[in-house]
């Protein structure tokens, strides 16, 4: 398991990739959990979990995909 890593998203003036150890995330994280990182020189300095990012887009993802199953009964409807 040591030799696994994660790959992060990270959005600052640009957006860049940066491999980790997954063993270095905080417990709780996953595809999908957005962090709050400090980066220095292109390494992990810190990571902790931003569980109300994390929830905020999960629930437009929802609001999205509610209105996507509903435009498509709709559809469905016509036919």
């Not at 980790?20 to 292109?42: A, C, K, T």
């Not at 994390?54 to 009964?73: G, N, S, W, Y």
Request: proline share 3%.
């Amino acid at each position: 398991m040591d030799n696994i890593t994660a790959v992060l998203l990270v959005e600052g003036e640009q957006q860049t990739q940066l491999q980790v150890p997954l063993s270095s995330l905080p417990v709780g994280s996953g595809e999908g959990v957005w962090l709050l990182v400090r980066v220095e020189g292109g390494e992990l300095m810190e990571a902790h979990l931003d569980l109300e990012q994390t929830e905020q887009v999960q629930e437009r993802i929802r609001q999205k995909r509610a209105l996507l199953l509903e435009r498509m009964a709709r559809g469905r409807r016509k036919d």
